[in-house]
């Protein structure tokens, strides 16, 4: 039995990260857990930063996950898996996607953005994993860039660190996608699990 | 988002629901028959998956224009003997609050349930109002769940409390309701029989006779004496105690979830805990259960000591030297939201031990080190906006005038183009509440400044409450000018239609009600549309209206950006020549457009996100942006 399980997915709004969010709890709801997800949606569609709280088992209440308890991290973006930081502890496995997408006061030169070594060299520091590549090419191949939430999410099925199996969140990703797209999400997922193996 | 099977799914199904659906689902199980909310967030999924539904239901749903509108048709249905729902965010009560202080007198015939979802945090909110106090100022009942499955039930039970006591019920729900998601078991949707008739009774609904009124007053009093018994037994207070405890802790809403996890967490024991969901009236005799054995008590309430308030009170008059943990004494913070931490520490307070390990030295430097280099992302101005563009042109067209930019104050409302505060547009002066920045612009132009004064107001925002303060204006001819920021729809909540959009809440088409003919029929002499990604006759529109003595209202339209995506109806890509581009970076420090990408020397336009809207090709002075021709 699942005691508590605690997954975050930290992303720049627009980029699905609320869709994987649904797809990770619908599965576990799916397989009998019980599931709080906690997220922040006012403006999420518009490029601010979304961070959403995925936790599963028998002793979870709280929507947000208490500091330094995450299981898994999946940063979508590598400033906002670092935003991420106080709830990343020595049992987390983070997994990031390299590929930045630059805040507009970045843009202007008014901040600026910190080299990605830095930023995983700052992650491990707190994480006890961190796995990092560029989800955006592998999107690329896969057939969209719209489609790094998928490459993720077969990264983080391929690492065997959820308590949900793969299949059932391969079915659930296929039920949640836009009509039409779901060929090409599961290109985007199955390319995921092989950077995973083949590393 | 939830599909329509499950919204409408079986009883005893168990469904992952956000706390809004789950609200919506306990309605539908009371049985409405109609349900209405101008949208707010954390509030607005509620009648949002409601519309999509209200066809199988066979139900009235919609945005109404704002949310005292919202109330009135609510209240008209429930004065006939249906049940009905109406939602709003936290300060959207203000603008419902002169309905519902008469609706206390009148009462509901049907059920009438007020959702107000508060936002302590604030994630979204201007203030962090907390509308428990409303209930001792409507002297209405008011009930708070504390998760999604909870907020089903408490609503559903909301509906027949209403009709007991036959009042208004409010049901108070903070963000972490509203929205967090859950696995929700479905109840029973009932099915209600009953013909809608309004039977005339002066005394309950004409607020015209001060006789009445005070009759009415203690008729409202009577029946709050009535809901105590009712509140006292409500089965979703839960006192857990054994009755040797000398420590207790009184709750309510989400921090209850955090409680019990803490509690099981660390295993702490010899602790009562009372949560409490009957906010008014409250349960008196349950609380003093509690406080006949405890020594000391916590109380965890987020925002505002209210529960603690009345603690104090019931211990005064039991008589026992109780030490209260709370508020007054600063162990938990007045402003912000709650967290598992915060709780943990005023339980860790209250029982005068320490609850686990802390974080080591190095952790909190590495987290100190992160937060220096950390970028911000707040929410910017989509690509493609119109409205940034229309603030664009403001600027040019002050600048043309010989002005400076402190010489013209540009009021700002409520909606996404109040994202326009942050750099590089810095627009906006104000942002208030909806419709205020007309009033207050006017009031500029009374006061004698010499200052110019330009209100700037979202379309929906203009519906809601801005077509009062414009016939003000006009009425006292101040010399103003009105910018209607027109992106056919109420973007900031996610897309709902208004009346200028053509639509209903449930997807028919209707007439679209133009902002420029309300101006006209106003008595505006100036009223002008423009296209803002047209910059040059956007500035030059914006020239004369400034230049014009009196109201001047200037429509900028132009569909919201991610609705064009959406509908496929924009454009192919911009992009940059990089053997024209000089790395002037005028486009990026003009527009602050997230698709302008800074790539050290030159600028670069991110393909997937450009919606090729082409105001930045105005912009650059030297040609380099160009737009990819369409295959």
Same mark, same amino acid.
């Given at each position: ?5 605690? $997954? ?144 993720? $999410? ?46 | ?35 209405? !909310? ?15 539904? !209200? ?20 209240? #008209?249905?429930?004065?006939? /003997? ?7 965010? !936290? ?46 100022? @409507?002297?209405?009942?008011? =009930? ?12 559903? &039970? ?16 903070? @963000? ?10 479905? /109840? ?59 420590? #207790? ?52 309430? &987020? ?12 211990? +005064? &008059? ?26 943990? +520490? ?78 590089? =547009? ?62 056919? @729809?109420? !973007? ?13 809440? @449930? ?36 020239? &004369? ?68 809207? #082409? ?17």
């Amino acid at each position: 039995m699942v005691k508590e399980f605690n $997954l975050l997915i930290s992303a720049v709004g627009g980029q699905g990260g609320l869709t994987l969010s649904r797809v990770i709890a619908s599965a576990a709801v799916k397989i009998g857990l019980k599931v709080r997800v906690g997220e922040t949606l006012g403006m999420s569609q518009r490029g601010g930063a979304v961070i959403s709280f995925v936790r599963m088992g028998e002793d979870v209440y709280s929507p947000l996950i208490p500091e330094g308890e995450t299981d898994v991290l999946i940063g979508m973006e590598p400033i906002e898996a670092l935003r991420a930081a106080k709830y990343v502890g020595p049992k987390t496995v983070a997994i990031v996607n390299t590929r930045p997408i630059k805040p507009v006061p970045v843009n202007l030169g008014l901040e600026e953005y910190p080299p990605i070594e830095k930023v995983i060299e700052l992650l491990s520091k707190l994480s006890g994993k961190v796995i990092n590549f560029d989800a955006y090419e592998i999107a690329k191949h896969a057939g969209s860039t719209r489609v790094v939430n998928s490459v993720m $999410l077969g990264a983080i099925v391929a690492l065997k660190v959820l308590p949900i199996p793969r299949e059932t969140i391969l079915e659930t990703l296929l039920e949640n996608v836009p009509k039409g797209t779901e060929k090409i999400n599961e290109a985007a997922f199955k390319l995921g699990e092989d950077k995973i193996k083949e590393d | 988002m939830s599909n329509n099977s499950s919204i409408l799914g079986e009883a005893g199904k168990k469904t992952l629901m956000m706390g809004n659906e789950a609200i919506a689902r306990g309605a539908i199980e009371a049985g409405i028959k109609v349900a209405t !909310a101008y949208p707010g967030t954390p509030s607005t999924e509620i009648v949002e998956t409601l519309a999509e539904v !209200a066809k199988n239901l066979g139900i009235h749903v919609e945005w109404a224009v704002n949310e005292k509108v919202a109330l009135e048709i609510a209240l #008209g249905a429930a004065f006939s /003997g249906v049940r009905a729902l109406v939602a709003m965010k !936290a300060p959207g009560l203000n603008v419902a609050m002169d309905a519902l202080m008469s609706a206390t007198y009148s009462g509901v015939n049907g059920g009438l349930v007020i959702v107000v979802a508060d936002d302590p945090g604030p994630h979204t909110t201007q203030t962090e109002q907390d509308n428990r106090f409303m209930s001792k100022i @409507t002297l209405l009942p008011m =009930l708070e769940p504390s998760d999604p499955q909870e907020a089903k039930d408490i609503v559903k &039970e909301a509906f027949k409390i209403s009709e007991k006591l036959q009042l208004p019920v409010i049901v108070r729900t903070t @963000t972490r309701v509203n929205h967090t998601s859950a696995d929700v078991i479905l /109840g029973e949707i009932e099915v209600v029989k009953k013909e809608p008739w309004f039977y005339k009774e002066p005394m309950r609904y004409i607020r015209a006779s001060m006789a009445w009124n005070l009759t009415r007053h203690k008729w409202l009093n009577q029946q709050m004496e009535k809901a105590k018994e009712i509140m006292e037994n409500l089965p979703f207070n839960k006192l857990e105690m054994k009755g040797d405890e000398k420590v #207790g802790v009184i709750v309510s809403g989400v921090p209850y979830n955090y409680l019990k996890e803490v509690i099981k967490k660390y295993v702490v024991k010899k602790v009562a805990v009372l949560k409490i969901s009957a906010i008014n009236p409250l349960p008196e005799k349950l609380i003093k259960k509690l406080l006949s054995k405890v020594d000391k008590v916590l109380v965890l309430e &987020e925002l505002e000591p209210y529960l603690e308030f009345h603690v104090k009170s019931l211990i +005064s &008059e039991i008589g026992r030297n109780i030490e209260v943990l709370g508020k007054f004494n600063g162990i938990t913070p007045r402003e912000g939201e709650f967290s598992p931490e915060v709780v943990r +520490s005023a339980l860790e307070k209250l029982l005068n031990i320490k609850l686990g390990k802390r974080f080591r030295d190095m952790r909190e430097k590495v987290l100190e080190e992160i937060k220096s280099i950390l970028p911000r992302r707040a929410p910017p101005m989509c690509p493609g906006c119109p409205h940034r563009a229309t603030y664009i042109a403001l600027k040019k067209a002050i600048k043309r005038l010989g002005l400076k930019l402190e010489e013209v104050s540009v009021f700002g409302d409520i909606g996404c183009y109040a994202l326009s505060l942050q750099p590089p =547009l810095e627009a906006i002066w104000t942002e208030h509440c909806m419709g205020a920045s007309i009033g207050m612009a006017a009031g500029l132009y009374f006061a004698g400044s010499r200052q110019k004064a330009v209100a700037t107001i979202g379309d929906s925002t203009f519906f809601h409450m801005g077509i009062q303060p414009l016939i003000d204006a006009v009425q006292h001819n101040a010399n103003i000018t009105v910018i209607v920021l027109d992106n056919g @729809t109420i !973007a900031m909540t996610g897309h709902q239609p208004h009346p200028g959009s053509g639509e209903i809440a @449930t997807g028919e088409k209707v007439k679209p009600i133009l902002i420029e003919d309300i101006a006209k029929a106003i008595g505006v002499k100036f009223v002008k549309v423009v296209d803002p990604y047209d910059l040059k006759e956007t500035t030059d529109v914006l020239v &004369e209206a400034l230049k014009f003595e009196g109201v001047s209202v200037v429509v900028a339209r132009r569909l919201c950006a991610i609705l064009a995506v959406r509908r496929k109806l924009t454009g192919p890509p911009c992009y940059v020549d990089p053997d024209t581009c000089t790395g002037c970076r005028t486009c990026i420090l003009q527009l602050g457009c997230p698709s302008l990408v800074w790539e050290g020397e030159k600028t670069v336009i991110d393909t997937d996100t450009c919606t090729g809207c #082409g105001v930045c090709i105005q912009v650059c002075p030297y040609n380099a942006i160009k737009m990819e021709k369409e295959e």
